[in-house]
């Protein structure tokens, strides 16, 4: 597999709490990263799958996702990535209360943790004739609901107006594609 060089002064991200601010970096596109990141979440560099988590990681803090698709980006580059779904996989559930006051709190596959809200929301979409949840992560990245976690989902279901769904954060999250 070839090295993937990494932008200088990028890895201290890594070891900090904020994202970088990859909506405030406007370079010219560069080209192609040859980084596509499968269905299941899985990334792979020039068909090689990324084994080291620390850098899958580092790679998902300056994923964005502009009008002509997925870039990879920094203050001096702009690579298109292949994304097959979506960039992220909903791996973990952790609910806290319940009712009106219940919170779910997903975890992704690279490490994210986001309370679904009126910030993040969950919907359902419907995909190769079913309908599958979908969590906005950030930036309008999405998080495809790993089965498992759809499991829990469906186990939460409460009816709110005649519709099936989970509240979170105080807002009430359809079951149904809308």
């Known amino acids: 597999m070839t090295a993937i060089a ?14 970088p601010p990859v909506e405030d970096w406007h370079p010219s596109h560069c080209g192609d990263s040859f980084m596509r990141i499968a269905r299941d979440g899985a990334w792979f560099h020039q068909g090689s799958p990324i084994g080291r988590k620390e850098l899958v990681r580092l790679f998902s803090t300056i994923l964005r996702k502009d009008a002509d698709g997925f870039v990879l980006v920094t203050p001096g580059e702009k690579l298109s990535i292949l994304v097959e779904d979506a960039p992220f996989i909903a791996v973990l559930l952790e609910v ?37 949840p979908y969590l906005d992560v950030r930036r309008g990245l999405l998080a495809r609901i790993a089965r498992p976690v759809y499991y829990q989902l469906a186990e939460l279901a ?14 009430f999250f359809a079951f149904d594609p809308s």
């Open 96 to 132: 806290e209360g319940e009712g009106l006051g219940q919170r779910l709190t997903f975890t992704t596959n690279v490490g994210d943790a986001v309370l679904a809200g009126a910030d993040h929301a969950l919907a359902f979409r419907v995909t190769d004739g079913a309908p599958v």
């Open 6 to 19: 990494l932008p200088a002064g990028l890895g201290g991200y890594l070891r900090q709490t904020a994202l």
């Open 158 to 171: 409460a009816s709110h107006d005649g519709r099936m769904g989970v509240w979170s954060d105080g807002v």
